[in-house]
């Protein structure tokens, strides 16, 4: 039978790339923690790790074994969390994974409606570039809960928030809006793009494709931030969720027709203990009346 220790020993040896290092660092000898990763491998049916002169390497079977020995670890360890929580013997903080751009626009208000319900407790956030990447981060343990589009295939609770609008951003005497505006219009413009690993790389891609054209890039840039200014300074048209603009933004704000909308929720893994599940009211909540709440200012 699989141990949390033997996982924990497998871990370490891979983040530290080295036994002598994993051993410092767990406090063991070195023959004892071969010792246990042999015993794993055997347990297993074959070698998890490749032993060169210089370097550690995972072997197939060590690279399919990792992401679930880090899930079991972190999954433990958010029990244990849990239940000292419960017993009162910790104040402890919620772990929340995300994206970049739910940072900027719906989280300010999440956590000041929670600070006000349980000052003590606080909230460590993960923030992931791509949706993909979110989710990937969650199946291995991650966090307590996520904030994002929802996976379709994920198989733990999944509780609907609504859907964020998407506007285009131009420079306030840009002349490109018309009535009704039609993102084809600006087929022929070049546009302040995100970096591929962005997820709002690929959404902005569909939507232009979906107008029948393929988008051109005058800059891309890596953070959702940077987007909404580079365009409103006249660098070209960029596509951005309309709750991640404040109130008195600079640039002019066009809401396309058809309107582009992704869906959003809060996710877990299991069924969460009584205070992360309090965490999500909150989150729910303040965040569906945030995206509820309209743009800026009127495209």
């Known amino acids: 039978m699989v141990t949390l220790r033997q996982l924990e020993y497998l871990v370490a040896i891979v983040d530290q790339g080295s036994f002598t290092r994993a051993a410092e660092?767990?406090?063991?000898?070195?023959?004892?923690?071969?010792?246990?990763?042999?015993?794993?491998?055997?347990?297993?049916?074959?070698?998890?790790?490749?032993?060169?002169?210089?370097?550690?390497?995972?072997t197939p079977a060590g690279r399919a074994m990792l992401p679930h020995a880090r899930a079991a670890l972190a999954e433990t360890r958010r029990a244990e969390q849990a239940a000292r929580r419960t017993a009162g013997s910790v104040s402890g903080e919620v772990e929340l994974a995300t994206l970049y751009g739910y940072s900027l626009g719906l989280l300010?208000?999440?956590?000041?409606?929670?600070?006000?319900?349980?000052?003590?407790?606080g909230v460590r956030l993960f923030e992931h570039r791509h949706a993909d990447e979110l989710r990937d981060a969650m199946a291995a343990g991650q966090a307590d809960l996520a904030l994002g589009p929802p996976p379709p295939d994920w198989a733990g609770p999944v509780h609907p928030i609504g859907e964020e609008e998407f506007v285009v951003v131009v420079a306030a005497d840009d002349p490109a809006a018309t009535v009704p505006f039609r993102l084809s219009s600006l087929a022929d413009r070049a546009w302040v793009h995100y970096a591929p690993g962005n997820g709002l790389a690929e959404l902005l891609d569909q939507a232009c494709a979906?107008?029948?054209?393929?988008?051109?890039?005058?800059?891309?840039?890596?953070?959702?931030?940077?987007?909404?200014?580079?365009?409103?300074?006249?660098?070209?048209?960029?596509?951005?969720?309309?709750?991640?603009?404040p109130p008195g933004f600079d640039g002019r704000l066009l809401r396309p027709d058809p309107p582009i909308r992704r869906r959003l929720a809060v996710w877990t893994r299991t069924d969460p203990d009584p205070l992360t599940a309090a965490f999500r009211t909150v989150l729910t909540r303040e965040a569906a009346a945030h995206l509820n709440s309209g743009l800026p200012s009127e495209a």
């Open 25 to 58: 660092l767990l406090h063991v000898t070195q023959p004892a923690l071969s010792h246990q990763i042999r015993v794993l491998e055997r347990q297993l049916g074959g070698p998890l790790l490749e032993r060169l002169p210089r370097l550690i390497r995972l």
């Open 108 to 121: 300010p208000t999440v956590l000041r409606a929670w600070r006000r319900v349980r000052p003590d407790i």
């Open 210 to 245: 979906a107008a029948g054209f393929q988008s051109r890039t005058a800059v891309r840039t890596e953070q959702t931030a940077a987007a909404p200014l580079l365009a409103a300074a006249g660098l070209g048209p960029t596509l951005a969720a309309a709750h991640v603009l």
